[in-house]
């Protein structure tokens, strides 16, 4: 996906930073040497929000979308067919919800327990949020990230 460009969320400022090529977002991802500077010269903390941003995720990433479907939790309720998922039995004349997944994928640090990727907000439509990678930068030092994430 590195040849495709999206808006990314600077976490420690809240800015939006337009069309960025995914490979920068990716390279930084595990690599705080690879990562985006600030103003001050610091690896920033970026999030990739609602991705992919106008495809469906199960066009976009069909065999991901199908095993992500056949484990979602409370999949009667989550699933798009889901018996007790009421937006799947609207009729087509109304305006339907995006039922997604859609990907929220973003840089953390223990170090910066002040800056969250997402904050307290409200949505739309009911949502499952799950934390389904968590990595720790290969060039840091890891005892400071094992330190600073149990504390």
């Known amino acids: 996906f590195g040849h495709l460009e ?13 069309k960025v090529p995914l490979k920068w977002f990716w390279d930084g991802f595990e690599k705080l040497n690879t990562r ?4 001050n010269g610091l690896p920033m903390l970026l999030k990739l ?5 106008e495809d469906d995720f199960a066009q976009y990433f069909p065999n991901r979308f199908a095993d992500f479907m056949k484990w979602i939790p409370l999949p009667d ?15 087509e004349f109304f305006v339907r919800p995006d039922l997604g997944p859609k990907m929220y994928i973003a840089y953390g640090s223990p170090l910066y327990p002040e800056y969250g990727s997402t904050n307290l907000h409200l949505d ?5 949020n799950l934390i389904v990678y968590v990595g720790i930068p290969q060039d840091g030092n890891r005892e400071d ?5 149990i504390r």
Not at 49 to 53: A, G, L, S, T, Y
Not at 124 to 128: G, K, L, N, P, T
Request: hydrophobic share 35%.
């Open 6 to 18: 999206h808006d990314i969320i600077n976490c420690k400022s809240h800015k939006l930073i337009p």
């Open 36 to 39: 985006m500077l600030d103003q």
């Open 49 to 53: 929000k609602d991705w992919p941003p």
């Open 77 to 91: 309720y989550t699933r798009r067919e889901g018996r007790f998922n009421l937006a799947s039995y609207m009729p």
């Open 124 to 128: 739309m439509s009911d949502a499952v």
């Open 145 to 149: 990230h094992f330190e600073a994430g």
